[in-house]
């Protein structure tokens, strides 16, 4: 379900597995819960969320104080949240800007509007993997529900093995839905903590192309963002 990356008296951050849930489906505890449980009984706070079928890094404050100071920061966007998408479709552009209100639509998804009354931003850029793959570094300016996922989608290139916004046969044929949150940046007490997490399933996110990216990616942070 998760592993525990580093564990202290005002938070622990944890890497979650794709297809767990974050919160209790039916008879079976969420990914919050279980944590809670293990590690911080008397008291332990959500300060954001990943999809299910996402993987990655997830930070809970473990104190009141330390869980309004984070959610502060995610809230003006002073914290740093960066992820991995791989798609096989190629992009309308290869790397920018995409923003716009979000809607609801139909089966629980969301679509993405050209109206900016309260947009959804993501900044990326886009590299060439191999033959009908890309990957995307993307990072959210902002942190609406699916919006990753919507935003890859308005670009033509829906993430690989997402059944909500790809074809459903094609994400069938995947081994998982190629979204994961690879690195996270917030401060606290005059302190920066960084955190970063390579995806440890899928086997695009193994195979030798991936791997070859990493140098040009692995300090996202530096990236000159468009």
Known sequence: MYDVVEKNSDFIVVYKYPGVSFHREENEAGLFEQVKADHSPDALFPVH?????????LVMARTEAVNLALCQQFAERTSEKYYFAISDKKPSKKQGMIKGDMVKARRGAWKLQPSLENPAITQFFSYFLAEGRRLFVLRPRTG???QLRVAMKSLGSPIAGDSLYNDAIAASQVDRCYLHAFQLAFSLNGETHRFQALPRE?????????????PTINEPHNLLWP
């Open 49 to 57: 969320r990943l999809d299910k079928v996402t993987s990655g890094l």
């Open 144 to 146: 609406k529900t699916h």
């Open 202 to 214: 899928g086997l695009w996110f193994q195979d030798e192309a991936f791997t070859a990216l990493l």
